[in-house]
């Protein structure tokens, strides 16, 4: 089960990247559940409720604005396996260049994961 959310504020694969003006991204996961009984689910008893959020992501990044940058993880409850969190990130250059004379403000905050991981050994 999953409830993710991913935010990108200016990506660019193929050619320099430049900015001034003012960026915002805000990502924040849901909520998922999931147990062990979950049959349409590739990972039964797997659930996960993260946020990535990214500012400013490309080739030769140059950047004179300013960025904000905010993820907030989500709540996952599982019988396996439970991932919540958040991952927030400013700036990422791919290339040769990454220049920046802007403020970038980031905040992330991890959500809530419980997981009852059930152990059975046969008789």
Same mark, same amino acid.
């Given at each position: 089960s999953s409830a993710n959310a991913l935010a990108r504020g200016m990506l660019a694969d +193929?050619?320099?990247l430049v900015?001034? *003006?003012s960026v915002t991204v805000a990502?924040? *996961? *849901?909520?998922?559940t999931a147990d062990r009984t979950d049959s349409d689910s590739p990972?039964?008893?797997?659930a996960e409720a993260?946020? =990535?959020?990214?500012?400013?992501?490309?080739t030769g990044v140059d950047n004179a604005g300013t960025i904000s940058v905010t993820a907030l993880g989500g709540t996952?409850?599982?019988t396996?396996?439970? +991932?919540?969190?958040? =991952?927030?990130?400013?700036l990422y250059g791919a290339g040769e260049t990454l220049r920046n004379a802007g403020a970038v403000t980031l905040s992330a905050t991890g959500g809530t994961a419980r997981a009852a991981l059930l152990w059975w050994s046969p008789p």
């Amino acid at each position: 089960s999953s409830a993710n959310a991913l935010a990108r504020g200016m990506l660019a694969d +193929l050619a320099p990247l430049v900015n001034t *003006g003012s960026v915002t991204v805000a990502a924040a *996961g *849901g909520t998922a559940t999931a147990d062990r009984t979950d049959s349409d689910s590739p990972m039964p008893g797997h659930a996960e409720a993260y946020a =990535d959020a990214y500012g400013i992501a490309g080739t030769g990044v140059d950047n004179a604005g300013t960025i904000s940058v905010t993820a907030l993880g989500g709540t996952a409850t599982a019988t396996n396996q439970a +991932l919540a969190y958040a =991952d927030a990130n400013g700036l990422y250059g791919a290339g040769e260049t990454l220049r920046n004379a802007g403020a970038v403000t980031l905040s992330a905050t991890g959500g809530t994961a419980r997981a009852a991981l059930l152990w059975w050994s046969p008789p």
